[in-house]
T-cell receptor, first 115, second 111 residues
Framework: KAGVTQTPRYLIKTRGQQVTLSCSPI?????VSWYQQTPGQGLQFLFE???????NKGNFPGRFSGRQFSNSRSEMNVSTLELGDSALYLC??????????????FGEGSRLTVL | GQQVMQIPQYQHVQEGEDFTTYCNSS?????IQWYKQRPGGHPVFLIQ?????EVKKQKRLTFQFGEAKKNSSLHITATQTTDVGTYFC???????????FGTGTRLTIIP
């Protein structure tokens, strides 16, 4: 079956702009999580959605937001981009439901460069 | 908040040598997972440990979950060039489904 699909794979933005990243989970997976990966900070949790509801949120400023649609696809948005937002943004899906935990399946990521 | 640390941050070994990475959580975990990320790739799930003191093996890889469920380790016997990558542990707290990743251990192999 198809894996987790993230688009776009690469993008370059300038400071002050905004960006929207998309994630299509594996068919049947209702949980989608987003992570920011940078060389210095490792994998930082952004947020997690399950059945269109944000279930958990990491310690990121309000410029970072996300949502999940009824088909489980998810988007994240970063407004007023800063140089420090340059990173690989990873989306992961899982079958995980309330009270059930499972492995995460990661997409290839969207590499954002802010100039 | 919950913190998950891994040591060492980097490890360079000769091919054929053993390798171990250690994971320590500031809080008791309900379960812990391990992932491997190859250079230029994305994290791939290796295993999940749930029970206190649990030990699981996958060929040359041995995973342990501490008795207090606050630490874990991954040991690779007789490393091969295919083992190159960064190994992450990731833990969940009781009552909170958020998965917190460790800082990672980057393994390089000297042929």
């Amino acid at each position: 079956k198809a894996g987790v699909t993230q688009t776009p794979r690469y993008l370059i933005k300038t400071r002050g702009q905004q960006v929207t990243l998309s994630c299509s989970p594996i068919s049947g997976h209702r949980s989608v999580s987003w992570y920011q990966q940078t060389p210095g900070q490792g994998l930082q949790f952004l947020f997690e959605y399950f059945s269109e509801t944000q279930r958990n949120k990491g310690n990121f400023p309000g410029r970072f937001s996300g949502r999940q649609f009824s088909n489980s696809r998810s988007e994240m948005n970063v407004s007023t981009l800063e140089l420090g937002d340059s990173a690989l943004y990873l989306c992961a899906s899982s079958i995980q439901g309330w009270g059930i935990t499972g492995e995460l399946f990661f997409g290839e990521g969207s590499r954002l460069t802010v100039l | 908040g919950q913190q998950v640390m891994q040591i060492p941050q980097y490890q360079h070994v000769q091919e054929g040598e053993d390798f171990t990475t250690y994971c320590n959580s500031s809080t008791t975990l309900s379960n812990i997972q391990w992932y491997k990320q190859r250079p230029g790739g994305h994290p791939v799930f290796l295993i999940q440990l749930v029970k206190s003191g649990e030990v699981k093996k996958q060929k040359r890889l041995t995973f342990q979950f501490g008795e207090a469920k606050k630490n874990s380790s991954l040991h690779i016997t007789a490393t091969q060039t295919t083992d190159v990558g960064t190994y992450f542990c990731a833990g969940r707290n009781f009552g909170n489904e958020k998965l917190t990743f460790g800082t990672g251990t980057r393994l390089t192999i000297i042929p």
